[in-house]
């Protein structure tokens, strides 16, 4: 099994560049698999991607060697899929019609990276053995390997559990049952969140537990695997203007979790030369514009090379489109650049 | 979290869009500014995690800006804080506090309630709108902004308040009804859509608009175009001559410099005649030094044309 796990921030083109190396391991002979978050209009064309938890092959012309498939982290979809499989038969419709559960998606902060780990296990229980992850553009994407832990403990140490039968005791009893002190605690956390959405929190709770502990085992076992160097590969994705700021964050991100840093990708690069000519008016205007910001580009990535050529992998730079090719054609046009840099 | 008085006014500038264009670059950069016309300022920014909120270093203000180091604020408002800060005004006994914060049900509550966060975030940041000395009366600040996060959390936030409602009943559902109507309130609120000149960018400017004037009648006041082509605001006639001019192979850079200045040029008069409002263009800075010196630069590029 092998996993390329892409981090960046927000508009550096990671979607592109995953895309790019898995149809870049597809030409190689592999089946391999992009699993990506919010693809543009076009790439989501080209990549045949629907909501929902289907994966789709790519057909490229000519074919590959090996196999082009694309999904879409939809996390309704993920959950809704979790819950059917794993819920006791007689919860699943109480849970999926539950109006927490409704908002729960959108609301719980981190579902994206709790569900994109349970998404890699569907991926690979389907078969999957090459896939590319394009996380979350932020620059908390680390998360989705710390949060699935954090809630396994949680869900570990019972209080998920704990909270389930409070609320089935609670309703079945009445709350005069409860000690003194349980009493006062929940009036007091009511009267600050309001009885209801409490009580409909606990409800949702207790018919939730279980798959909730079932995702807490699977969540384990893929970030054991995310964790393994042999397998995983993380990458970093970024622009000129970002690469110093974003490699030292990453780069200590990493560090601070034991993995090594893989590659630096430093994408949207001018690599033009400017031309000398460019006679009077706009045109004067524009070239002395366009060289002057290659250039501090440039010193960008000069000093992005000697500051973390040791501690990254490779340090790679990829240029810029100049015009709206998001399609398969623009991907071909990536993985063609990640192909020459890296026979370079 | 009553209703304001209608005599205050208080704007929230709110710098909003799609990840990765420049909000906080740029909402910065106009605080700053301002900060250094002698105004006081607020940049208040709400990123789900404290240590992304300020990327941008302000390292050197007190010595390179001292007028705007006197007067420029950036605050970070963290969603936890502000909810733990409701519970200890509710409740005056240290121990009640403590046994309510550290109780492992109240934690996950405080994740699972929808737009909990949400509200209280916007609960205070109409307070420090509302917030004025008491002697004189005046507003604490001269201007607030709100650096936004991304398109589909801030239409998150804004849809909060009013989704509250739902769930509560008593003093907390009302005051969600307050918040909705302040937040949907064009007088007070001052929408600034920052976006770059590329395709999704642009597709979710538009979109944003769009959910912000239906859902809460707000208008854009302009849109910041940011980190532009100069193609995007020179003249036609200029821009002709350019184009028949380059065509040899040998000038590449001049080549792909006129593809995406003339994408971008087709990008901006796209919004500008979708949106009907004043489109700010600020080019692309060519280099500078630091954090600081960029803010400087982009300040300077947003010149007189600056809203807010």
Redesign the interface.
């Known amino acids: 099994m092998k996993i390329v796990v892409y981090l960046g ?4 083109g990671k979607t592109s560049v995953a895309a790019a190396t898995a149809m870049q391991q597809a030409r190689a002979g592999k089946k391999s698999l992009v699993l990506t978050i919010d693809p ?3 790439l989501r064309t080209a990549l045949r991607l629907n909501e929902g938890p289907l994966e789709q092959q790519v057909t490229l012309d000519p074919a590959p060697a090996g196999e082009l498939w694309a999904a879409l982290l939809d996390v309704r979809a993920t959950l809704d899929e979790a819950v059917r499989q794993y819920g006791k038969p007689s919860s699943v419709e109480r849970i999926l019609s539950h ?2 559960y409704a ?2 998606a ?4 981190g579902m994206q990276e709790l569900m994109a780990v349970e998404r890699i296990d569907q991926l690979s229980r389907r078969g999957f053995r090459h896939i590319v992850v394009d996380t979350a ?4 994407a680390l998360e989705f390997l710390d949060k699935p832990v954090a809630f396994a403990d ?1 869900v570990g140490s019972g ?1 998920v559990k704990l ?1 389930g039968r409070t609320y089935r005791f609670v309703s079945s009893t009445g709350i005069a049952s409860l000690g003194r002190r349980t009493i006062d ?1 929940y009036a ?2 009511e ?4 009885a ?3 009580r ?2 606990l409800d949702f709770y207790s018919i939730f537990v279980s798959i909730a502990e079932g995702y807490a085992d699977r969540a384990k076992n893929t970030v054991a695997i995310l964790k393994d160097p042999s397998v995983t590969e993380f990458r970093v994705v970024t622009t000129p203007q970002k690469a110093l ?1 974003d490699a030292a ?1 990453f780069t200590e991100a990493l560090r601070a979790r034991n993995f090594p840093l893989g590659g630096i990708y430093v994408n949207r690069v ?1 690599v ?4 000398h ?3 009077e ?3 004067r ?3 002395d ?8 580009q440039t010193a960008a990535v000069n000093q992005l090379r000697s500051q973390y050529g040791g501690a990254a992998r490779e340090i790679r730079v990829i240029g ?1 489109l ?3 090719i ?1 399609g398969v054609e623009a991907l071909e046009r990536i993985a063609v650049e990640l192909r020459m840099a890296q026979g370079a | 979290m009553s209703l304001p008085s209608q005599s205050a006014q208080s704007q929230i500038v709110v710098f909003c869009g ?4 420049g909000k906080t670059t740029v909402s910065l950069a106009l605080a700053l500014k301002r900060a250094n016309e002698g105004r006081k300022v607020v940049v208040v920014s709400s990123h ?2 404290r ?2 909120a300020v ?1 941008v270093s302000l390292d050197g203000l007190n010595t390179r800006f001292p007028v705007a180091a006197a007067n420029l604020f950036v605050v970070h408002l963290e969603p936890r804080d502000l ?1 733990a800060e ?2 200890q005004k ?2 005056p006994m240290e121990w ?1 506090v403590n ?2 914060l550290s ?4 934690q ?2 405080i ?7 949400e509200f209280y975030f916007l609960a205070r940041l109409q307070q420090l709108a509302e917030r004025r000395a008491e002697a004189s009366g005046t507003p604490d600040f001269d201007l607030l902004f709100w650096d936004a996060p ?1 398109t589909g959390h801030f239409l ?1 936030t804004l849809r909060a308040a009013r ?1 509250f409602e ?5 003093p ?2 009302a005051a969600g009804a307050d918040l909705a109507r302040f937040f949907s309130n064009a007088a007070r609120i001052i929408a600034l859509p920052t976006t ?1 000149l ?4 642009v ?1 979710e400017t538009l979109e944003m608009c769009a959910a912000l004037e239906k859902e809460f009648q707000l208008a854009p006041s302009a849109v910041l175009l940011n980190m532009a ?3 995007v605001d ?2 036609a006639t ?2 002709e ?2 184009q028949a ?2 065509g040899a192979p ?12 003339l ?1 971008e040029r087709a990008r901006a008069s796209d919004i500008a005649s979708r949106l009907r409002v004043r489109m700010v263009t600020i ?2 800075v ?3 030094k630091d954090d600081l010196d960029l803010l400087d630069r982009i300040g300077q590029a947003l010149g007189a044309a600056a809203p807010a």
Do not use: C
Request: glycine share 10%; hydrophobic share 45%; net charge neutral.
């Open positions: 921030t927000g508009g550096v543009a209009l076009r109006p927490i908002t729960i959108d609301s719980l902060a553009p932020s620059r908390h949680l209080w909270v605690l007091r956390i009267s600050v969140l309001g209801n959405l409490v409909q929190i700021r964050f001018w033009h030369e400017p031309a000519d460019s006679g008016g706009i045109g205007r524009l070239m514009w366009y060289r002057a910001v290659r250039e501090s810029e100049e015009r709206d998001d | 799609k990840g990765g264009v789900p995690l240590e992304l990327a909810i409701v519970v509710t409740f009640v046994s309510i109780n492992r049900i109240y996950s509550l994740e699972v309630a929808p737009g909990l966060k991304s998150g989704n739902t769930f509560l009943s008593g907390l559902a770059t590329e395709e999704m960018a597709t082509s100069p193609l020179a003249e200029e821009i001559k350019l001019a380059v040998s000038r590449e850079g001049m080549r792909f410099a006129l593809d995406r200045g994408l080019e692309r060519r280099a500078w």
